[in-house]
């Protein structure tokens, strides 16, 4: 691992960006033959980097790459450098939120790489993509290799599974698939069911959390048993073949060895002589016996294999005898599986009638709420015309509060100059003094006199500004005062409306229970009337029998004493016997009546059944009307409590502006009257 590190660096150096830190430790902690990267970001450089890598590595087996957050340019160049390797045999991209490019990047990884035997793609988003998963499973069609594939929580559709099933049909190396947590359901389960057939290696099928009926996945786990059991039968075939062979090899080579004695012998039989000829000799009748004992075990462990080769061939048959059966068996249920089909088309049908009447019913309920909700909708619209009316009133409060605040300052202003004109008339009045003290006292007399009539003038123009706005606040309080008697009113409504609908909930409940107990009174009239004519009948057949045992009682009497008249007697029984059967006949026509009409008696419990699964339907319809109803209420309420603390909130506004005019007009009656008491002609007039 650490020459792969160092490439690693070496790499990422080339390319102009420096390495990961983190990819770098896990590196240097890695075992030999394993590279693991779980839950390490992996930026795009560093993918690109680890693709070129992978295209010689040698050494590494297994390559995990689950939840490392992998771009799709990211996992298009790992797959790319994969493409050529053929060294890893197990590889795990669980959690990297494939998509398109990414299903086409594996798809070439299948068709390419001939060495990988386990892929892991789980929570991955294969199958939102129809036409790039299609790839995918053509890929996998055409694979050869691998042996594995988890492809679980991966958006898989019925679509996705009419392709997975395709690409069972042609491949023959996959044995486990895990399609776990998917949206197969019933069409991509009969998609599978009906392609595990033709596919005879894959002997594990995980279908679990895919809304996939009970029958199907039953079908499923017999036709991968099917296989597994086909699996074993080849393995164990394969070791007995081995085996086989082995001892055929061993045969063959103790042949060849009794040959080669057989030659030596032919060649030194006529030149030796001598002793050692001799234990030569001996030496080879050993190895003849030794040989001919061996032939002899060979022989008999060759009739044992034979014998459970030929028990083979018998385990074989049964199988297929069984094959045969489960076969027929699968026929039938395929029978069953298509009346279950046409009997579910018809409920399907009647389904949708029912939803067809259920969303009429729906409509017209909508209409009504709809109506309802334009009656609020009007109301909440004057609601919201009035407050718009109390905005604007407030707005031209505000206006008129600052055309008066403006004319305060217009009042400082000319208040500030006439004080300077006021100093400059002193100044004047000062160097005059001494020549016309009693004409500037009688225009000082004259000017304090106009001033207190301004002072005056603004005091009350002051007042009755005040007494306006408070004139205009009580108005405002009245229109909220109306607003709230207006809102009490709506509750009112509101609460009445609910009423209203209670009592029509209360009236349909108790005009369906008077409609089922009159048809429940009805019917149960019917079936004591036809207890009645059951009795009735009953009585006039016993009645008929005594009278038949009667007349036979008579006719034995007859028979005893008066042989003349027996063909009277047997026209009588003959005749006897025809009324018995007619009897007979007529009994048989009562008691099929009564079938028929029991038939339709519980034909009639049957559609009262009907009837009140849709009284039931049609209450919940009414919960869910009275609840969306409430609903509706609440936000009503809510939108009432807004509204009444904007209105809080304006009247607070108002009060606040109306004391902040107070404030002003006391600080500027309090500033005039400062001005007045502190101006120098203050000093100068005379005291009243």
């Known amino acids: 691992m650490e020459e792969f590190r160092r490439a690693y660096s070496r790499l990422c150096k080339e390319s102009g960006t420096e390495p990961q830190e983190t990819v770098l430790q896990q590196l240097h902690q890695l075992p030999q033959g394993r590279l693991d990267l779980a839950t390490q970001s992996l930026t795009v450089d560093t993918c690109r980097a680890l693709g070129r890598l992978l295209q010689k590595e040698s050494l590494l087996t297994e390559l995990i790459l689950s939840d490392c957050m992998l771009s799709e340019e990211g996992a298009t160049l790992l797959l790319q450098g994969l493409c050529v390797n053929t060294v890893v045999r197990f590889l795990d991209l669980k959690g990297n939120n494939l998509r398109a490019a990414g299903a086409e990047a594996l798809a070439k990884l299948l068709r390419q790489n001939k060495s990988i035997q386990s892929l892991t793609l789980e929570w991955n988003n294969l199958g939102t993509w129809d036409e790039a998963f299609a790839t995918f499973c053509g890929a996998l069609a055409a694979n050869g290799a691998l042996r594995q594939l988890d492809l679980r929580n991966n958006q898989i559709n019925h679509k996705g599974a009419e392709e997975l099933a395709l690409a069972l049909k042609s491949n023959a190396s996959l044995q486990q698939l895990d399609l776990r947590w998917n949206h197969i359901g019933l069409l991509g389960g009969r998609a599978l069911v009906n392609c595990l057939p033709s596919n005879r290696t894959l002997w594990k099928l995980e279908l679990a959390g895919n809304n996939i009926p009970g029958d199907i996945l039953r079908a499923v786990e017999q036709a991968m048993d099917h296989n597994q059991d086909r699996q074993t039968v080849f393995r164990e075939s394969q070791a007995r073949a081995q085996v086989l062979s082995k001892e055929v090899r061993h045969l063959r080579e103790e042949k060849s060895k009794q040959w080669g004695m057989s030659r030596l012998w032919a060649l030194t039989g006529s030149a030796w002589l001598c002793p050692q000829f001799l234990d030569l000799m001996e030496t080879i009748d050993r190895q003849r016996e030794e040989m001919a004992r061996s032939s002899k075990a060979s022989a008999a462990r060759v009739g044992q294999l034979q014998e459970a080769l030929n028990e083979r061939h018998s385990i074989i048959n049964s199988l297929k005898a069984k094959l045969q059966m489960t076969e027929a068996a699968l026929a039938l249920s395929e029978q069953k599986a298509q009346d279950l089909g046409e009997l579910l088309a018809t409920t399907e049908q009647e389904q949708r009638s029912l939803v067809q009447r259920q969303a009429k019913e729906h409509r017209l309920e909508q209409q009504e709420a709809a109506e309802r909700e334009s009656k609020l909708l009007r109301d909440l619209s004057a609601a919201n015309e009035k407050n718009l009316l109390l905005r604007n009133q407030v707005d031209e409060l505000e206006r008129k509060v600052k055309s008066q605040q403006e004319q305060l300052f217009l009042t400082k202003t000319e208040l500030t100059n006439t004080t300077a004109e006021l ?80 009592e029509e909930l209360i009236k349909a409940k108790n005009q369906v229970r008077l409609e089922e107990q009159q048809h429940q009174a009805h019917l149960e009239e ?159 007039s005379p005291q009243k």
């Open 423 to 502: 100093k400059m008339r002193a100044i004047q009045a000062e160097e005059r003094l001494e020549l016309e003290k009693n004409r500037s006292r009688q225009s000082l007399e004259d000017a304090e006199h106009l001033r207190f009539k301004e002072v005056e003038h603004m005091t009350r123009h002051l007042e009755d500004s005040e007494r306006a706005m408070q004139e205009r606040v009580q108005r405002l309080e009245a229109a909220r005062l109306s607003l709230e008697e207006e809102l009490s009113r709506v509750k009112a409504a509101a609460l009445s409306e609910r009423s209203q609908a209670e």
């Open 526 to 684: 019917k079936l004591r009337l036809l207890a009645q004519a059951r009795d009735e009948a009953q009585s006039t057949c016993l009645q008929q029998k005594q009278t038949v045992a009667d007349a036979q009682v008579r006719a034995s009497q007859l028979g005893l004493q008066v042989e003349s008249l027996r063909r009277r007697l047997e026209e009588l029984q003959q005749e006897l016997s025809n009324k018995d059967q007619e009897k007979v006949a007529e009994v048989t026509r009562v008691r099929l009546e009564l079938q028929e009409q029991n038939g339709r008696l519980q034909a009639e419990l049957t559609a009262q059944e009907a009837l009140k699964e849709k009284v039931a339907a049609l209450e919940r319809q009414l919960k869910v009307i009275a609840s969306d109803h409430r609903e509706a209420l609440l936000d009503r309420e809510s939108e009432n409590a807004s509204l009444r603390e904007k209105l809080r909130l304006k009247e607070a506004e108002i009060a606040r502006i109306r004391d902040e005019e107070a404030q002003r007009a006391s600080f500027l009656q309090n500033a005039v009257l400062a001005y007045v008491q502190g101006s120098p002609l203050r000093t100068l």
